[in-house]
């Protein structure tokens, strides 16, 4: 079935379909026409501008939100927002265990540092010590051979002296 409308009148006239491309009156005003062949369907209207501008928008932030890689901090913070209680107490106790153990590792290495001090000041004083030690050794060997050699004058000055006696009384 066909419908078109009359030229002249307007009068909606039906048509079969082997009817197409055959001469008739219109009923209404006897006017004569040629069955038209049906329009193709119309295709469907652009879409206007605004509406393109606005799909355009919708679509390129929800591909943006597919796509977008999020960062660290937000999904830190997406994470203490969006996950359970549980969640969060876990969370909480990692990050302070985190700081137990950093406060450790500071210590750990103050320890270090002082230990390695000490070492050094008892290495220093040990060598202060030993030179200490040998000054004293070298000192008593210099007092001991002084006293040798005041010991040997003592005792020539003696014999010096007795011989003296001597020839008095040999004379
Ligand atoms: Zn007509």
Do not use: H
Request: proline fraction near 5%.
């Amino acid at each position: 079935m066909i419908k078109f409308k009359c030229a002249r009148c307007g009068a909606v006239i039906k048509a079969a379909d082997g009817a197409i491309g055959k001469n008739v009156k219109c009923p209404s005003c006897q006017l004569k026409l040629t069955v038209p062949r049906p329009k193709a369907r119309k295709p469907l209207p652009p879409l206007k501008p605004v509406l393109m501008v606005t799909a355009g928008v919708v679509v390129f932030l929800f591909v943006g939100w597919l796509v977008w890689p999020s960062p660290e901090v937000t999904r830190t913070q997406k994470q203490k927002d969006g996950v359970s209680e549980r969640d969060r107490e876990r969370l909480e106790r990692q990050e302070f265990e985190a700081g137990l153990k950093r406060e450790r590792e500071a210590l750990l290495r103050e320890e270090s540092m002082r230990r390695k001090d000490v070492e050094v000041y008892e290495r220093r004083q040990a060598e202060d010590f030993r030179k200490a030690e040998e000054a004293r050794r070298k000192e008593e060997e210099r007092n001991q051979q002084r006293f040798e050699l005041e010991e040997k004058l003592r005792r020539e000055r003696e014999e010096i002296e007795k011989r003296k006696d001597k020839n008095l009384y040999v004379d």
